[in-house]
C-alpha cells in the first residue's frame, strides 16, 4: 500500500512526523508536503509561479507550494505509482464547521478526491498540542486509514476527522456544525507609523448542536464526518426559480441519488 501524506502546518509540523509514524506501519508513506506553513490557503493552486520540489529525508519532499499544489504534483509528478490513499494534517488546530473552507488540510484532501484517491484530512483540536495528544490523533488516523482502505468510499466523498485533546472516547459519525464568528478586526500602528490591520482576532465559538462535529469533539469523542465537493444547495431550487420564467429547470438540478 501506498501513502501520501500532506498538511499545511510544513513539512516539519510536529503533526505531520506523528503521523507518518503511524501510518508507516500500514505501509510505504511518502511525504509531499509545504516547506512552510500554509495554513488557512484553502484550495489555492500556484498556476503563476513554478513549483521546487525538494528531497529533505527518505520518502519525504518539501514542496514551495499550497497543500493543494502538493497532492497534484504528488500524484502527477513526484510519486512512482498511484496512491492508494491520501492523508493530510496531523493539523494543529481543529477544523470543524464552517472553518472547512479555509482549511488547507481539508483542500488538500479535496484534491485527492477530485483526482480519484480516497482521502481523509485529520485535525487536533487542542490548546497545548502536547506529544501524547498527536500520539492519541495518530493512532485514530491509522485506524480510520485501515476502515477506508477495507471498506473504500463513495465517489467524490472524503472524510474530515477531527480529534479532542487527550485519550478520545470513541469516534462519532458527524455532520458539519456552524462556527459563531465574532468580527473582531485589530486597527493599529507599525513601528513606522503606518496603518494595519489584523483579522481573525475574535474569540470563536460554535453553536453546540447534537450531531455536529463541534459537538462531538467538545464532549471528547473523534468527529468523522463524510464530506463532498458538490456544493449545489437542492433545496434552494424551488425558491430561485420563482424568480423568473427565465430559470428554466433543468433535468440535472435535481439531487442525484448516490
Ligand atoms: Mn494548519
Redesign the pocket.
Known sequence: MLILVT???GVQSPGITALVSQLRQLGRVVVVAPDR?R?AVGRALTLHLPLRAEVVGPDCWAVSGTPTDCVNLGIQGLLESRPDLVVSGI???ANMGDDLTYS??VAAAMEATLMGVPSFAVSLSSSTFAEADFAHAAQTAGTVARLVMQHGLLADTFLNVNVPAGKPHGLRLTRQGKRTYQEAVVHSQDPRGRSYFWIGAGELGFQDLEGTDFHAVARGYVSLTPLHLDLTNYAAFDRVRQWTPELVQTASDEEPHL
Do not use: L, V
Open positions: 498538511n499545511d502546518d506553513e495554513s493539523n494543529k488546530g488547507g488540510t
